[in-house]
């Protein structure tokens, strides 16, 4: 139940393209969703977060679409470029008294050809 | 822009010996973390910090693994007796608070043989 499960392992996408990556969660106490975008030899960084109060939000040529019934949320990647390709995890914690952990799907590893 | 920063980047260390990895996370952040990636899978959570003494930890995190915070800038994960299977990347990450941002560090790949 604490799983996130996060599709596909592999994106090969134009540039210029749409890039969609999906995730799905059981776990219903969760109630923050960040995307991080990870270079080759470097740490995870946010790309972009919601809560399930919104359905969608938008930075830019990202986007988080958010279904609360569906316990699925998904990032597109507008108008893909090289300098995107990299890997991309999403994430999902609960609400808790303490500072509570991320816990992260398997990543996607995203490559954007000209 | 600060950052969190994590020394050694790279440590290779014999099986069954003691290993410490160091962060230094952002000045004003309350909240630590150590993750582990192992190579192509992914992160994984070991253990939250918060107010000198462990929040949450995961099953990873068992009696091998200690995290210390000896002054007020470094926050370390010490492993005891390293066994091949924790060769993996190690990242610390810090927060100003519950519910905001994570940042996490560059890495420390730690390779045991």
């Known amino acids: 139940q604490q799983q996130v499960k996060q599709s596909p392992q592999s994106l090969i996408v134009q540039k210029g393209g749409i890039s969609i990556i999906n995730c799905a969660y059981e776990?219903?106490?969760?109630?923050?969703f960040p995307w991080y975008q990870q270079f080759p030899g470097k740490g995870p960084a946010l790309l972009i977060a919601?809560?399930?109060?919104?359905s969608e939000k938008k930075e830019g040529r990202f986007t988080i679409s958010f279904n609360k019934s569906a316990k699925q949320f998904s990032l597109h990647i507008m108008d893909s470029q090289p300098g995107d390709s990299a890997t991309y995890f999403c994430?999902?914690?609960?609400?808790?008294?303490?500072?509570?952990?991320?816990?992260f799907g398997k990543g996607t590893r995203l490559s954007v050809i000209a | 822009e600060p950052e969190v920063t994590q020394t050694p980047s790279h440590q290779v260390t014999q099986m069954g010996q003691e290993v410490i990895l160091r962060c230094v996370p952002i000045s004003n952040h309350l909240y630590f973390y150590w993750y582990r990636q192992i190579l192509g899978q992914k992160v994984e959570f070991l253990v939250s910090?918060?107010?000198?003494?462990?929040?949450?930890k995961s099953e990873i995190f068992d009696d091998q693994f200690s995290v210390e915070r000896p002054d007020g800038s470094n926050f370390t994960l010490k492993i005891r007796s390293t066994k091949l299977e924790d060769s993996a990347m190690y990242f610390c990450a810090s927060s100003s608070g519950r519910r905001t941002e994570a940042f996490f560090g560059q890495g420390t790949r730690l390779t045991v043989v």
């Open positions: 994430a999902a914690s609960r609400p808790n008294s303490g500072n509570t952990p991320l816990v």
């Open positions: 910090f918060y107010n000198n003494e462990i929040s949450e």
């Open positions: 919601i809560r399930p109060d919104v």
């Open positions: 776990n219903t106490a969760f109630d923050y």
